[in-house]
């Protein structure tokens, strides 16, 4: 204890004085305190900008600090007073031990959302599919995020479920191949087919002539013969050339003559000749 009992010979001012000089030593250790918490606070922002730190994590960081030495010149400033800080510590480890186990799915989210901020496997504005649910990435919040599925639905996912699981991110490359299958009938002119899905890929502006695109027979099934296309394109044109060029393959091919066969099955029966009765 900084300030110990002084002696005058009266009891009452020997109190006024120790407890005016406990006082003012405990103000001036907590306002002293909340000046140089400041002081390293925004410090310490300025360094997580300076790494261009994401602005959610950097306040998040920030109110954790200033709290935690807050309480540690709270803490400085009652023990002058006399307080038992010891047991007040004990006690507010056990309550934060009681509430951490209460919120251990909360702290698993939470966990999961500043690693989700910090590493960044996607971004505000990315498709992707993550724990069971396809979407644009609408937000990121340090429990949950949000996503909004392609029939306008507002989809809020807990961390904790993206991060333990698989994420695809469909927009994180500047390109993607569009795959496509496409069958024709066994009768049909194989030359011919491949010929038109060629000139159908070249006649497309938006694919990319850099990687080439692929257009070859990929499997003889039990009722078609199936061609693979798989053009390149910019990621933003994904389905906008995938539904184009379905569209132009079906009329090219009913134009030429082309079918494209169903599943079906023959089924030949032979018949057994009915004995005579003798």
């Given at each position: 204890m900084i300030v110990e009992s002084l002696?005058?010979?009266?009891?009452?001012?020997?109190?006024?004085?120790?407890?005016?000089?406990?006082?003012?030593?405990?103000?001036?250790?907590?306002?002293?305190?909340?000046?140089?918490?400041?002081?390293?606070?925004?410090?310490?922002?300025?360094?997580?900008?300076?790494?261009?730190?994401?602005?959610?994590?950097?306040?998040?960081?920030?109110?954790?600090?200033?709290?935690?030495?807050?309480f540690i010149i709270i803490i400085a400033a009652l023990s002058q007073l006399g307080v038992d800080t010891t047991a007040l510590i004990a006690l507010l480890g056990a309550a934060g031990l009681a509430v951490g186990l209460a919120l251990q799915d909360s702290m698993k989210n939470f966990a999961s959302g500043v690693l989700l901020i910090i590493f960044r496997p996607f971004s505000i504005g990315h498709f992707i599919e993550a724990a069971g649910t396809s979407g644009i990435v609408e937000s990121i919040t340090l429990f949950t995020s949000t996503l909004c599925t392609p029939d306008n639905r507002a989809?809020?996912?807990?961390?904790?479920?993206?991060?333990?699981?698989?994420?695809?991110?469909?927009?994180?490359?500047?390109?993607r191949r569009v795959d496509m299958v496409f069958g024709i009938s066994y009768d049909d002119d194989l030359r011919q087919a491949k010929e038109l899905l060629h000139q159908i890929v070249a006649e497309e502006p938006r694919i990319l002539a850099d990687p080439a695109p692929l257009i070859a027979v990929s499997a003889l099934t039990d009722s078609?013969?199936?061609?693979?296309?798989?053009?390149?394109?910019?990621?933003?044109?994904?389905?906008?050339?995938?539904?184009?060029?379905?569209?132009?393959?079906?009329?090219?091919?009913?134009?030429?003559?082309?079918?494209?066969?169903?599943?079906?099955?023959?089924?030949?029966?032979?018949g057994h000749t009915k004995p005579t009765a003798q």
């Amino acid at each position: 204890m900084i300030v110990e009992s002084l002696n005058t010979g009266s009891p009452a001012l020997d109190f006024v004085i120790t407890w005016g000089l406990r006082i003012g030593l405990a103000l001036a250790i907590f306002f002293a305190g909340r000046f140089l918490v400041n002081w390293i606070v925004r410090l310490t922002e300025r360094y997580m900008r300076m790494n261009q730190l994401d602005e959610l994590i950097v306040r998040f960081a920030s109110n954790i600090l200033s709290w935690t030495l807050l309480f540690i010149i709270i803490i400085a400033a009652l023990s002058q007073l006399g307080v038992d800080t010891t047991a007040l510590i004990a006690l507010l480890g056990a309550a934060g031990l009681a509430v951490g186990l209460a919120l251990q799915d909360s702290m698993k989210n939470f966990a999961s959302g500043v690693l989700l901020i910090i590493f960044r496997p996607f971004s505000i504005g990315h498709f992707i599919e993550a724990a069971g649910t396809s979407g644009i990435v609408e937000s990121i919040t340090l429990f949950t995020s949000t996503l909004c599925t392609p029939d306008n639905r507002a989809v809020i996912v807990p961390n904790g479920a993206i991060y333990s699981n698989t994420i695809i991110n469909y927009s994180a490359l500047p390109t993607r191949r569009v795959d496509m299958v496409f069958g024709i009938s066994y009768d049909d002119d194989l030359r011919q087919a491949k010929e038109l899905l060629h000139q159908i890929v070249a006649e497309e502006p938006r694919i990319l002539a850099d990687p080439a695109p692929l257009i070859a027979v990929s499997a003889l099934t039990d009722s078609s013969v199936d061609f693979a296309v798989r053009p390149w394109v910019q990621t933003a044109d994904y389905w906008d050339v995938f539904f184009s060029i379905t569209e132009k393959v079906k009329l090219a091919f009913d134009d030429n003559g082309i079918s494209l066969p169903f599943p079906q099955m023959e089924i030949h029966l032979q018949g057994h000749t009915k004995p005579t009765a003798q």
